[in-house]
């Protein structure tokens, strides 16, 4: 059976574009299909003020080209939105990809046929594509959450969500503002729109911990050095549970005496970023270590916020880190401002969404324009989206419908020649996304030349290694405090989806050694037709 392309790519953010890459480099025919009218993924969706990334720049980059290493430079310890997007765009230029992506195109739906043993694909623009292989890299957080609030259509002013800003951008100068929810994007978009609106109202259902970013622009010298020592830094972040490259302090919280304790959580904090979370090793491990952090946090809010019932009620009363932790520039100093009201929901949802702004704990809140700031289907949600059928027409939301399941978060059991690029069972967003998008495309990459080396045309996990790996899955989410709470790692945040801990917690390193153990197996675990 001839086929259009080797592989159809779905999506163009950083694993698509990677993807696309190493497949022309190993001489395979291959063809990205974008939603967008760009490159660049999150960071072209997410344009909402304050966007910037949590991992420090000079880490949240690629790695296979020492060329681009050195060309670019990062501008800001944190880089912006803007700036992460113009890298991407400057990789899609640089590497010439953009001929082989086909934008403003969404696929609808992918479907097996098992007597050609090739993916059938249709878009929304009426294309229909045969390949050998489908690789989705649609990102784990790109399906926006729009609650099911009543009467949001109701609402007479514009509403916004923060996973899917204006291209032109939103002018909130002299505008009334309602923002829903207080995760990651609220906290870095509340303090600029609080300076730029005239008054912003936040309606709060869980208080969230949050740690100073401590942005800064990078000092040259600081990038030069950088700049000499890149293999380095990346083969030691790589050891890293997290990919980043920092330090962890091995020892536990409570047996470290008290002065010591809080010295240590003192210098992680003037230093700022989610290295806080490794001033012990034991911080997401221990209820009692937890608390430590926890407690120094709290203790931070109520010096910061004036009036003690707002500080009250940012107050967080879970587990640090449960919930993934925020990096801020100003979030809490904003509930000083006297434009700003922050409203607890936690004990009553909103009651519903008005033509005038909406209608909580029976009183009536207005305002020019709605944020939503609510969050995505994580994980599974874009997956989902399209019309995935493996073997004998099963649907893969109908296979998942008790919770994903896959192999090495990269394959699934029924559905043969399909790998998803950072999907449930890998270990992506617990980890900095690039080096473990690069690692997962790496993998798939030589995977595909080895079977074309042997000339074999399908690649399918068996039941067994798939069991085995959820299980591993399941065992390592176990051990950890992260998936004790409700949030997105769980499904928590969407109504009717089942409760399991999607990502894999066991960290970066233990990952590479499993993918490099099944390769050097001869791809153990899979069947080979
Ligand atoms: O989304 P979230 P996000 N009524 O799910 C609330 C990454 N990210 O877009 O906690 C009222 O965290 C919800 O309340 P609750 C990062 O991995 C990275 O902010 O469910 N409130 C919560 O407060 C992050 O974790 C960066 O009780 C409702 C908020 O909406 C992930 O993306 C920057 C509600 C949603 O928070 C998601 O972050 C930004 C309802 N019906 C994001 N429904 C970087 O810096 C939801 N909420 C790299």
């Not at 590497?95 to 934008?103: A, M, V």
């Not at 000499?228 to 083969?235: I, L, S, V």
């Not at 519903?352 to 700031?373: E, H, M, N, P, S």
Request: one cysteine or more.
């Amino acid at each position: 059976m001839s086929t259009d392309f080797d592989a159809v790519i779905v999506g163009a953010g950083f694993g698509g574009m990677y993807m696309l890459h190493r497949l022309r480099q190993k001489g395979f025919a291959a063809r990205v299909i974008e939603a967008g009218s760009g490159v660049g993924g999150t960071w072209y969706w997410n344009r909402y003020p304050g966007a910037r990334c949590d991992v420090e720049s000079v880490q949240y980059s690629y790695q296979f080209s020492a060329e681009l290493e050195q060309e670019w430079e990062w501008t800001e310890r944190y880089a912006t939105q803007p700036e992460i997007l113009r890298y991407a765009n400057h990789v899609a230029d640089r590497f010439d990809l953009r001929r082989d992506i086909q934008f403003e195109t969404r696929i609808t739906s992918a479907v097996f046929d098992e007597t050609a043993n090739v993916w059938r694909v249709e878009t929304n623009k009426g294309d229909k594509v045969a390949a050998r292989f489908v690789i989705t890299a649609m990102g784990c957080l790109s399906s926006p959450n729009t609650p099911k609030i009543e009467g949001l259509a109701d609402f007479k002013g514009p509403t916004y969500h923060t996973g899917n800003w204006p291209h032109d951008g939103v002018a909130f100068t002299g505008k009334t503002v309602g923002v829903i929810g207080t995760g990651s994007s609220a906290i870095q978009s509340i303090p600029i729109m609080a300076e730029q609106a005239r008054h912003l109202t936040v309606f709060q259902r869980t208080a969230n911990y949050t740690v100073p970013a401590h942005n800064k622009p990078l000092d040259p010298a600081y990038v030069a050095k950088v700049k000499a020592h890149y293999p380095e830094m990346r083969k030691r972040a790589k050891t890293k549970p997290a990919g980043i490259d920092f330090v962890i302090n091995m020892a536990s919280a409570i047996e470290t005496p008290e002065a010591e304790r809080r010295r240590l959580f003192e210098e992680r904090w003037a230093y700022g970023g989610l290295g806080f979370m490794a001033s012990f090793s034991d911080l997401l491990l221990n209820d009692e270590s937890n608390k430590t952090a926890a407690d120094f946090v709290r203790a931070k809010i109520r010096e910061v916020v004036k009036d003690p019932k707002t500080a009250e009620i940012l107050t967080p009363k879970n587990i640090i880190g449960c919930k993934r932790l925020c990096v801020d520039t100003g979030y809490w100093e904003t509930f000083n401002r006297p434009n700003v009201t922050l409203v607890d929901i936690s004990d009553e949802p909103i009651e519903r969404i008005t033509a005038a702004g909406l209608r909580a704990k029976g009183q009536d809140y207005a305002f020019d324009c709605l944020v939503l700031a609510t969050g995505f289907d994580a994980m599974t949600g874009a997956l989902l989206k399209v019309d995935i059928r493996g073997r004998g027409g099963v649907a893969l939301k109908d296979k998942w419908r008790e919770g994903p399941k896959s192999y090495l978060g990269l394959t699934v059991v029924g559905f043969p020649n399909l790998f998803t690029i950072t999907g449930p069972g890998s270990p992506s967003v617990l980890t900095n996304m690039l080096p473990s998008i690069e690692q997962h495309v790496d993998f798939i990459a030589d995977c595909l030349e080895a079977l074309r080396a042997r000339g074999v045309s399908v690649i399918e996990p068996i039941e067994q290694a798939q069991e085995a790996w959820v299980g591993q899955v399941g065992n390592a989410a176990n051990i950890t405090l992260r998936s004790t709470c409700s949030s997105w790692y769980v499904g928590a945040n969407i109504p009717g989806k089942p409760r399991v801990f999607m990502p894999y917690i066991g960290g970066l390193p233990a990952y590479i050694a499993a993918c490099e153990t099944v390769v050097k197996n001869d791809y153990e675990g899979f069947a080979l037709a």
